[in-house]
């Protein structure tokens, strides 16, 4: 009698991609773009908490409306709403190397309605799929939402969200392993090299007379990129940059 042979399992060429990029700039990218394809994920948030207490942006996508996403991290953070987060408590406790997934209906009786009406209703979200991870140098909390409907049927079983959380928070926490920089950096990742070098002087203290002369460009020219950068970042001041990025 034949031996039935197992069908072989590989990773998709995505999730490859995925993974050869972790710990350089390509990695957002790839690793935003296959969340959206395999997982449906309409929008992305990914937060870090280094001391349980304080809570900083890393990263943040929303597939269909720029704008949102980056108003949602600067609310988030800068007017301290994860203090009112249900999941914040697991995001402070949980321990190194342990994973917890969390779904949007066993927290949502928490939630106060303010917070459930700007971080749920107005965006126009369905369901939420949480993943909070620890790790020696400080928590992630990554959060992927759907506007359209919930999160197809694979997530209903425990194991496959379960498995889908430790992999993607695997990947992130060794990213930022690999690359600190990028972590301590956090949103600055998606403007482009010149406003990326703006910000970094802004948050060492530096004017803009001394940031054109340390990049041989015009006043005016530092002046420009800035404006960009915090219209990307979804900020207005020197304050609020430095409290996207503390």
Known sequence: MAHEVAPSWAPSP???QVLEQLGTQ???DAFLQWLHDEFGAEQCMVFFSLDGQKVSTLLYKDYAREASARKL???YI???HYLQDPNFNILKAIKPGDVQVVRLDSVSSNMGLHYRKAFFESPGFLDKLAIIRGSDTGNYYVNLYRRSSRFDSRFDDPEFASNVGALISVLLCKHFALNEQLRLEGA???LSDREQQVCRAVLRGKKNEAIAAELDVAVS???TYRKRAY???GISSRAQLFA???
């Open 244 to 246: 996207l990025c503390s």
């Open 231 to 233: 219209e990307k970042l």
């Open 78 to 80: 800068g007017e301290r």
């Open 26 to 28: 390509g990695f957002y």
């Open 73 to 75: 991290a600067e609310t």
């Open 221 to 223: 020219s530092v002046i």
């Open 188 to 190: 600055l990742a998606f």
């Open 14 to 16: 995505q999730l490859l």
